[in-house]
């Protein structure tokens, strides 16, 4: 059995009245991905931040190793071995590409300068931004914004990474070059979950697709058995949606 590196069970979050997560149970375990797909407002971003803690869950518990995320580990180092991708970016504004890389490394893990920079700069050329470490910003496209983000979450040397909808702040000729970047990730063996509209990653990338609907995990299996045979009515029409357009 592949050793299971997150576990989510009975987890839920409400907001006030309003109950987004209602019941879920799920687990990824190593060098697996698992895209995470659904309409908007059924869950999907809420629990990949639980997952992270910037938001708190309302009920239930999140195990990393094993270990209750909430209880029994500090929260920057967690946070440290679970990277984030976002779907804005959050790079920064006053740092260069090279900079963006560095700072987290050298705040959170204690590296000295120039063993971050070494890090930073492999990961930059991993992404193919190499050319722009000095550019801020504000001089790079979206696409090449988000491979920087990519690049730095790497440079922590996370044993998981979340994807929270890389690509849908993205023009849609620079989605191709972040889903690549991400693809040749997931070939490496990275453990990756990934929040995401891009049917054809779900269904090419993923080891699991993992339907969300209404708060609640409504379906989940291989790509072939979620988009080949979906077993629940909400899955056909969500998917028929996407697949005839």
Do not use: W
Not at 11 to 17: C, H, N, T, V, W
Not at 58 to 87: C, K, P, W
């Amino acid at each position: 059995m592949p050793e299971k590196v997150i576990e989510i069970k009975h987890l839920k979050k409400a907001f006030g009245d309003n109950d987004v997560l209602k019941d879920i149970d799920f687990s990824i375990s190593k060098g697996e991905t698992v895209s995470i797909i659904g309409s908007s407002g059924s869950g999907k971003s809420t629990l990949l931040r639980c997952v992270n803690l910037l938001e708190t869950p309302t009920g239930g518990e999140i195990l990393f190793h094993g270990e209750n995320i909430q209880t029994e580990l500090d929260v920057s180092q967690y946070r440290a071995r679970v990277g984030m991708v976002f779907q804005s970016f959050n790079l920064f504004d006053n740092l260069n590409a090279l900079q963006n890389c560095i700072i987290g490394q050298t705040t959170v893990l204690g590296r000295d300068k120039g063993a971050a920079k070494a890090k930073a700069m492999e990961y930059l050329e991993k992404v193919g931004m190499t050319p722009y470490i000095n550019a801020k910003p504000r001089q790079l496209s979206g696409g090449q914004k988000q491979r920087v983000a990519i690049a730095r979450a790497l440079a922590m040397d996370p044993e998981v990474i979340l994807f929270d909808e890389p690509t849908s702040a993205l023009d849609p000729e620079m989605v191709g070059e972040v889903l690549s970047v991400m693809k040749r990730l997931s070939e490496s063996g990275m453990t990756m979950m990934v929040v995401t509209h891009e049917m054809a990653f779900a269904r090419d990338v993923s080891d699991r697709v993992v339907f969300m609907n209404d708060g609640y995990i409504c379906e989940q299996g291989t790509p072939a058995d979620v988009f080949g045979n979906p077993k629940r009515e909400e899955t056909k029409n969500f998917l028929s949606r996407f697949l005839n357009q």
